[in-house]
């Protein structure tokens, strides 16, 4: 029997509904671990132990060639260093979705694009009413973030309770809202500028983009080069990690060697009866090495990077950036009460306020529409789940608060994390429980003002 036909046909959505699924399901996983590794840091702040486990994130490391000297603490080489891998799989995966995925419709990507525009304007706008101008209130940009692992951590855990069109809705939400972060850690709190670093930083990047046009297809090289801005943005005064950002978002979402050329390829390898051909300098050999490179060039290098790089920053790099960043000493704080009310408020309230006004907004509009099997109810519930700000508002606190404030902010983001995580899942299952109870109504295309609260479901 002929294994090919025992299988079901594949179909033009599973290249990007496959990769899509792999990430959710790293994502998931990285939750967990993400969740485990603030444990550690809470605890191994709060006892004997404390000073030592903080000051280790202050110890110097770098190196030194000649009169050239590079020396930043740990904690920075994770924050500035490794975070850029971060940003540089985020925007893998949101050019992924642009180009490939359900995001490549304008008006589907309008909605978590409006949602994560107010999921960044009301709170902020709530911080700095609570604030009034107090202490903290230049460190804004914190409340503004929503946590991917987290967010994809609480789905997993309520699983095929939650449509996959409220998972693609608030992924993407979580990614535009990371991008949105980035560029405002750059904007609003980065140093003075150096022109000149800035300049090479600038070359470093037409660089890439002239070798990717020549046909330069080894990572290695655009690694080395992306080393090279990264340092060029580090001196500049911009941060480091939108190196990441740029990077990724530049990175080719096309396969150079398409599915026809690739079988015609492999059958060539195929048509060579057993037996030894492929030592030697012969055609054989060329045929063989030429079918590797096939193979490996029918991934996109947006797949190809993600695959690699995905796994290391889920389960690497957001865990090391936990431990150096999550540990507070709580006895030794000393709280300041209208600065925790304000992020607490911020990203408990405003945060799904935001994200649920500017995506009506955007529907009655008409600029996007909601997807199909994504009901507003859930998307309401889905939104009280975006106030899980923890891995980028730890990330902006360290550049945007005073560290006499930061342990206090860290205390309110813990506070507001958990209550968020809670009250979205909570949400979830109680509306998925009352859906198996009653039979399921399709909501208006423009919005929820035309249905009662006993069809909203």
């Known amino acids: 029997m002929n294994e090919t036909l025992s299988r079901l046909p594949t179909e033009p959505a599973d290249r990007f509904t496959k990769p899509f699924m792999r990430f959710l399901r790293i994502e998931a996983l990285a939750g967990l671990v993400l969740l485990l590794s603030t ?4 605890l191994a702040a709060n006892t004997a132990w404390s000073a030592s486990y903080l000051a280790f994130w202050d110890i110097p490391a770098g190196l030194r060639l000649g009169d050239v000297e590079i020396f930043r603490s740990l904690k920075h080489w994770i924050n500035d260093g490794l975070m850029t891998l971060f940003f540089f799989v985020i925007a893998l995966e949101l050019k992924r979705e642009l180009v490939l995925g359900e995001l490549r419709k304008p008006r589907v990507a309008a909605l978590p ?28 940009g914190a409340v503004m973030s929503t946590d991917t692992a987290f967010i994809i951590g609480c789905l997993g855990l309520l699983g095929a309770r939650v449509p996959e069109s409220l998972r693609l809705f608030l992924l993407s939400l979580a990614i535009f809202d990371d991008v949105g972060a980035i560029l405002v850690v750059t904007i609003g709190y980065g140093d003075a500028l150096n022109w000149i670093a800035l ?59 398409s599915d026809r050329r690739l079988h015609a390829i492999l059958n060539r390898v195929v048509a060579y009866p057993p037996g030894d051909h492929w030592s ?52 030794a704080v000393k709280f ?21 006004l500017f995506s009506v907004l955007a529907v009655k ?69 009352f859906g198996r109870r009653s039979p399921p109504h399709q909501l208006p295309p423009n919005g929820p003002s035309s249905v009662t609260p006993a069809t909203a479901l």
Do not use: C
Not at 208 to 222: D, E, F, H, N
Not at 307 to 315: C, E, G, K, S, Y
Not at 344 to 354: E, L, M, Q, R, T
């Open 39 to 42: 444990l550690v840091a809470m």
């Open 113 to 140: 694009l409006a949602a994560a525009f107010g999921g960044m304007v009301i709170p902020t706008a709530l911080f700095l009413l609570v604030v009034r101008g107090g202490a903290g209130a230049g460190g804004w």
């Open 199 to 257: 300049g090479a930083a600038g070359l470093g990047l037409a660089a890439v983009a002239g070798i990717s046009q020549l046909g330069v297809r080894k990572i290695g090289v655009y690694f080395a080069i992306g080393g090279s801005i990264w340092l060029a943005f580090d001196i500049s005064g911009v941060h480091a990690t939108v190196t990441g950002v740029i990077l990724g978002l530049m990175t080719p979402a096309r396969s150079w060697v």
């Open 280 to 331: 030697g300098d012969t055609a054989a050999r060329g045929d063989l090495k030429r079918a590797g490179v096939a193979a490996r060039e029918a991934l996109s290098p947006i797949e190809r990077l993600e695959i690699a790089l995905h796994p290391w920053v889920a389960f690497t790099v957001m865990p090391l950036f936990a431990l150096a960043n999550a540990g507070v000493p709580v006895a």
């Open 336 to 356: 300041d009460p209208s600065l925790m009310t304000a992020i607490f408020a911020a990203f408990v309230v405003g945060k799904p306020i935001g994200v649920v």
């Open 365 to 433: 509009l008409r600029l996007a529409v909601l997807p199909d099997g994504l009901s507003w109810s859930r998307l309401i519930a889905g939104s009280l789940l975006a106030g899980i700000g923890f891995t980028m508002a730890l990330f902006i606190a360290e550049r945007a608060f005073d560290p006499a404030l930061l342990n206090t902010v860290k205390l309110g983001v813990l506070a507001a994390s958990v209550m968020s995580a809670t009250l979205g899942f909570l949400a979830l299952a109680g509306l998925a429980a």
